[in-house]
Structures are given as structure tokens and as C-alpha cells.
């Protein structure tokens, strides 16, 4: 780390949630995290995209093997094995004995913020990419994406876009003919 | 023989020459930052190396495959993180070594012995990849499909800690290999009026994002939880020649182990080292040593995470089948060039066989000299502060990614798989399997289908060769179920102890 540059104190800001969950929590945390935990978040997750599947393999044409190994088969097997695949998660989440989660690195107020920078960034980059010049906006992204990661030293806002700027330019659209 | 002769003749190419510094510059770098894996280096890659002829393309991606190995034995002896997942084992001694101020002791040994590992196994796919990938083409469809099954099987087993999010994981990759056209009618499916899914979802930009966009958002997420103090004194650099015949054992050791657990579908440096490790201090005179900081124990981790490499090539190139998450985006890459892996490849592309075993050869003689020459400057590497690193492979991640087609949409996907991978991440769902899912998923589908109206089930299950791959992926799920299962008892064991123990301590709470 160099001086100037962001320093580790986010690590003290860690997610309140995540600490208690982490030191095994209160007894109310505890009933909620056998149906809250990451096991049936995912358990979830797995029943809506196999019920998504399942609904929309019933649009696709039939082909002229009929439909019994036609094109809806495999995608139908997929379905269903995801469905499956995520009544035997939910139900080990469920089961799950309690304080047997796995670890998972903590999530920082400050990274929180960065990321939310981040993100917001992106969609603003691509519409002014559409508009302007790569090399007049992809330097002006990277200064604000170098501010949204917590850096405020000249050499990071303005040396640092425009040298990277000049290193994807030459890459990219000189060395490999890209039309940026 | 003029076919060998000629690949290895491409390599002379000054551009090919370009590509294999580049490519070591890069492995090494990426290897040298912990978090930044060889995974997502290749496929970062991919993007730039796709515009490229496949010769100079395969020697970019391959020699970032294997000095990414080099580098990521630096922060694993350094600071005792693992610069990639392949630097696991290394920790369990060179740290140690490190605290004891031989680092530069353990940091040339590791360079040596990976190299040692390294040639070993790609001398291995030399000379049995034909020999597999001639069997290999007496496959029907049956085979093809128990063999892609047992793929996927490993891949779900080994990328995970709960064998059920990983099936599911697989199961959606396969899921998403069938947006685009059925494999054998050419119709639609799932295509819902966008065009650029008429091709499928696309490989390379999604792997970006579920390896690169992902890894780097998680670490903004998660920055802050305190940084390791780097060793700075490296003590002396060569080993004497005893200290240099006692490591001959763990070497070879090591090379055996991770030739063969590299040719097993998905299981990669990383679990080739640990077993390797484990497997010299059975064989060592002093196993009191090991965990201590024993050479022995760098020798047989570094040996074996490397030999892993040729393993893993040759179940690829022989068979299609990917040996890691590195070589199911390399698989990736060279589809797009319109180089198919697999027992095919011997006869439509012999001399690709010799320049690919010619660019392994090269790269790891490349890095060894680099790593024994540049150490102590690439130590320097990791006192770089995140935020540059962060933003510049975002970057590349980005315009990598629009470089492939000139394609808004491809960088709108590569966006999205980065978010997808950062959920997936956090609720410990491995990615692998979704990419080997959408790899391997036309070919699973259309073998099944065809064996099945050929013959129907009974065809699948009186192949031989299809009933001994299905009998291996039921046995090999069986196992990893009973050993997630045992690993979870252990896990809850010790923390039911650990609470016990803050109970006791802390009485007034």
C-alpha cells in the first residue's frame, strides 16, 4: 500500500449481519437461518429457473422426431433434474445443522460503496461510448472509476487513465485492428 | 513426421515468438497476484487472442496457462497466500521456509522442480495423447455421451463443497447450452426474438464475466479485511547438493501424482498438489518435517501442481473433454478458430499437436529462467495497490470482450455473467460447472438423443465402454457426497468445540 492510496480500515466496517451470523448469532437468528441460510436462497433460485425452463420448453417447435426425443426433451430432463437437484438442497438447507454454513469473505461498508460506484459507472460508460471517441471517454472512466475505488492522487486519476487509455488503444485497435 | 516438423516449425514465427513473451509476462504477473487465477487470465485473454491466428492465439493462452503456475509459488511462499488455486500445497512448507529466512531457497527449488514437473507431463502427452485419442475414435454416440457425463461428473465433484449446488450448477450450464438451435433439427429454442441468441449464448463473454468481471467485483466487495506482511529477507538462493538429492524422491513423487490427477477430467493443480504433499511426507525419511517449512514438501506440491498441466492437456486434446476450468475456456477459444479438440484433432490438425507441445515446452523453459532471473523485482509486484489492478482488468474484461465481434451485446453478456458470478460466488455456487455445462452441452445432448433413437437405453447401457464411464460418474458422486458429508460433520464438530470454548472464557457474557 502505498501512502495516499485507500487504507484497510473498511475491514472494521464489516456487515453487522454477517458478524453475528458469523459468532452464531441470537436464538431468533437461529430459527430463521435453518430456512434462511445460503443452501435454500439457492435451493430457490434453482426452483425458478427449472420452472422457467420447464414453462417456456413448452414454445419450441416440435421436431420430426415428435415429442418424444424431440427438441423439448432435453431441455424438459434439465428441468426437471434442476427441480429435483433443488427439493434436495432445500431440504439439506433445511436440515442443515445449525453453525455448519461455510465461511464466506466478509462483505465491507466500504467495498459496498465502491461496488455500488462501480456498477453505477458501467451503463454511463457504455452510453458515452456509444456517443464519444474511446479515447476521450475511456480516460475520463477510469479516473471516475479510480475516484469511485476510493483514490485521490493525481498520478491515479489522470496518469494512470490516460496510460491505460493509451495501453488498450494500441492493443486493441492498432495492434489487433479492433474498431474501437 | 513432416506434419510434427511443421508445427514445431511455426513456432519460429517472430509473432509466435511475441505471443510466448507475452504470454509469460502475463502468467506470471497474473499468477503473482493472489485472487487473479490462471482461470481468468486465459479467458481474459481469450478476448484480444480470438483476432489472432490459432498458433499464436493457443501460444498466449497456453503459456499463460503454465507461468501463471510460476508466479503463484511467489505470494504463496511470500505471504502465505496462494497466488492460484495450483499454490495451495505450496504454502504448507514454503511459508514456513520463508519464516525461517530461506525463502529464496524455497522460491528457486519451487522453480526448478515445477519446471522438472512440467516437462515430465507434457512429455507424457506426447507420447499417450495419440494412443488415447486413436481409441478415443471408435466412439459412437453412447460413449460420447457416458464420456461427457463422467466430464461433467468430475467437474461438479471437485469445483465445490456441496455436491448439490454443483449438480446444479452443471444443470444450469447445460440448461443454457440449448438457447440457440437444436443440435439436430436446427430449430429454435429459447431465442425469444434476439437475434444474437440465435447462435447460442455466447461462450467467451460469459466465461469473462463468471471468471474476471466476477473475481474483481467480489474483491472490491470484500476489500479492506487487512493485508499479510510480506517476508523481505531470502537468505541464501541455491541449494547445496545434499539438500538437492534428498528432493529427487518428493519430485518424483509429485510428477507421478499430478500426471495422473491432471488426465482426470477437472481436477487440476490444486488437488494434484495436496495429494502430492501428502503422499512425500508418507515417503519421506523426515515426514516430523513436513508443514515445517520441509524443501521436500515445496518439491512434491510444486512438481505435481505443475505435472498436472500435461494431464490435463491430454485428456483435452485426446478427448475433448476439458482436464480444468483453464482448458474449458481454452476448448472455448479454439472452437472459435474452428479447432475442434478432441480424437479428431489428431487427424485434421497433427501438426497443431507438435506446436501445442512445442509452446508447453518452450513456456515453461521461458519461465523458469524468468522466475530464477526476475524474482525478487516481481516481489515487488505485490505491494501494487488493488484499485490499478482492479480497474485494469475490468478494462481489459470490457474491450476484451467487445474486441470477439465488434459487439455491444457480447459485453451486455459479459456484464451480466459478471454479476451472475458474483452471486454465485457469495452463495458459494462453483462456476465451473456452468461453463462445462454450456461447453459440453450440445455434445451431450446430441449423443444422447442419437444413441437413444438408435437404439434406446438398452444401447447405452450395454456398451462397455459407456457402462464402465457411467458406473465411474455414479461411484465417483457416491464418494463425493460421502466426503462433503464427513467434511460437514468434522466442520460442525469443531465449531460446536469452539463455541464451548468462548462459552468457557467468556462466562460473564
Known sequence: MTPGEPTADAGTHVDETLVAHAR???????????????????????????????????????????????????????????????????????????????????????????????????????????????????????????AALGSRRWRTLIAFPVILTALMYLVFAVGLGVAL | MNTA?????????????????????????????????????????????????????????????????????????????????????????????????????ALTISAFVSALGGLA??????????????????????????????????????AGSNLAKGLLAGAVGLALATVGRDPITGGERFVF???????????????????????????????????????????RWRPTRKESRRLARPTAVGTGVGVVVGAVPAAGGDIAGLIAWDGAKKASKHPEEFGKGSAEGVAAADSASNASLGGSLTTTMALGIPGDTVMAVMIGSMVIWGIQPGPSLFNDHPDMIASIAGIMVLATIISLIV?????????????????????????????????????????????????LGLIMRRFHVPPGPVVLGLLLGPLAESNLRRALLIEGPSGILTSPIAAVLLTLSLAAL????????????????????????????????
Not at chain 2, 502427452?125 to 471408435?138: E, K, M
Request: proline content about 6%.
Open chain 1, 24 to 146: 452464531g448469532g441470537n436464538s431468533a437468528a437461529r430459527r430463521t437461518s435453518r430456512l434462511c441460510n445460503r443452501d435454500t436462497a439457492v435451493a430457490v433460485a434453482g426452483l425458478v429457473v427449472g420452472g422457467t425452463v420447464l414453462f417456456f420448453a413448452r414454445d419450441i417447435p416440435l421436431g420430426p422426431e415428435g415429442p418424444t426425443l424431440g427438441p423439448r426433451w432435453w431441455p424438459r430432463v434439465l428441468a426437471g433434474f434442476m427441480l429435483l437437484t433443488a427439493v434436495i438442497l432445500a431440504a439439506n438447507g433445511i436440515r442443515k445443522p445449525l453453525g455448519t454454513e461455510e465461511d464466506t469473505e466478509s462483505i465491507t461498508r466500504t467495498g459496498s460503496r465502491r461496488f455500488l460506484g462501480v456498477i453505477a459507472l458501467l451503463p454511463l460508460y457504455a452510453l458515452a461510448w456509444l456517443n464519444l471517441d474511446f479515447r476521450v471517454c475511456t480516460p475520463l472512466f477510469l479516473a471516475a472509476l479510480c
Open chain 2, 5 to 105: 516438423v511443421d508445427g514445431l516449425l511455426a513456432l519460429t514465427d517472430p509473432a509466435v515468438i511475441g505471443c510466448l513473451g507475452l504470454g509469460t509476462l502475463l502468467g506470471l504477473l497474473v499468477g503473482a497476484f493472489p485472487g487473479v487465477t490462471a482461470t481468468m487470465a486465459v479467458a481474459l485473454a481469450s478476448g484480444f487472442t480470438l483476432t489472432m491466428e490459432p498458433v499464436q492465439g493457443l501460444a498466449v493462452l497456453l503459456t499463460i496457462y503454465v507461468s501463471a503456475n510460476f508466479g503463484d509459488r511467489v505470494p504463496a511462499i511470500l505471504i502465505n497466500t496462494p497466488g492460484t488455486p495450483a499454490s495451495i500445497a505450496t504454502t504448507l512448507d514454503g511459508y514456513p521456509m520463508a519464516k525461517q529466512g530461506q525463502a529464496g531457497l
Open chain 2, 121 to 158: 507431463s507434457i512429455l507424457m502427452f506426447v507420447l499417450a495423447s495419440g494412443p488415447i485419442a486413436a481409441f478415443a475414435l471408435n466412439f459412437g454416440p453412447a460413449e460420447m455421451f457416458a464420456l461427457v457425463l463422467f466430464g461433467l461428473t468430475m467437474m461438479v465433484g471437485v
Open chain 2, 193 to 235: 426474438g434476439v437475434d444474437e441468441l440465435s447462435e447460442g449464448v455466447p461462450l467467451i463473454p460469459l466465461i469473462i464475466g463468471l471468471f474476471g468481471v466476477a473475481e474483481v467485483f467480489n474483491q472490491i466487495l470484500t476489500y479492506g479485511a487487512g493485508g499479510q506482511s510480506i517476508v523481505t529477507q531470502f537468505g
Open chain 2, 371 to 419: 522466475s530464477l532471473v526476475r524474482l525478487r523485482g516481481m516481489v515487488k509486484l505485490l505491494d501494487l495497490p488493488r484499485p490499478y489492478i482492479w480497474t485494469t482488468i475490468l478494462m481489459f474484461c470490457l474491450v476484451g470482450t467487445y474486441a470477439i465481434g465488434n459487439n455491444t451485446f457480447d459485453v451486455v453478456v459479459t456484464v451480466a455473467g459478471g454479476l
Open chain 2, 478 to 509: 457416491s464418494t463425493f457426497a460421502l466426503s462433503y458429508r464427513r467434511a460437514r460433520r468434522k466442520n460442525h464438530r469443531r465449531n460446536l468445540g469452539e463455541s464451548a470454548r468462548v462459552d468457557a472464557s467468556a462466562p460473564w457474557d
